[in-house]
């Protein structure tokens, strides 16, 4: 007699209800809904972080060519080049200064194929009269 109710005890307290496991799969479900989300917006950040930072690196090496070329006053141009296998658009200003032997240059950098108001990237630096 004691057996059998030793059993029958077991059988009520064996496994997971409907409600529970619905919940379990709700939580999981759930939490790899986020997980894949902030997956997606990890890969589409490093997409723009590289672009940011090459586009840079265009803006800072036309501002070293700017400086070592020593020429006084600096022109407004532009031009384009090639930076991990994408053509880069550069365009330099000069600005005054309160000080006349130093000008500011900046430095506007975007992607070939984009609009006109999509910059990428801009530098800006100085450049003084030698």
Do not use: C, H, Y
């Not at 057996?3 to 077991?10: E, I």
Request: charged letters at 25%; glycine letters at 6%.
């Amino acid at each position: 007699m004691s057996q059998s109710r030793v059993s029958s005890g077991l059988k009520d307290k064996a496994g997971f209800t409907l409600i529970e496991v619905l919940i379990a799969l709700l939580i999981v479900a759930t939490a790899l809904g986020t997980v894949s989300k902030v997956m997606l917006d990890a890969a589409r950040n490093g997409g723009i972080l590289v672009d940011s930072t090459a586009a840079q690196w265009v803006g800072l090496n036309q501002l070293s060519t700017v400086k070592l070329r020593r020429q006084w006053p600096v022109r407004s141009e532009s031009g384009k080049e090639e930076m991990m296998q994408r053509t880069w658009i550069w365009e330099q200003r000069a600005e005054k200064t309160p000080d006349d032997n130093v000008l500011r240059v900046t430095i506007d950098v975007r992607l070939e194929d984009a609009d006109d108001d999509d910059l990428t990237a801009s530098v800006t630096g100085f450049v003084a009269k030698l």
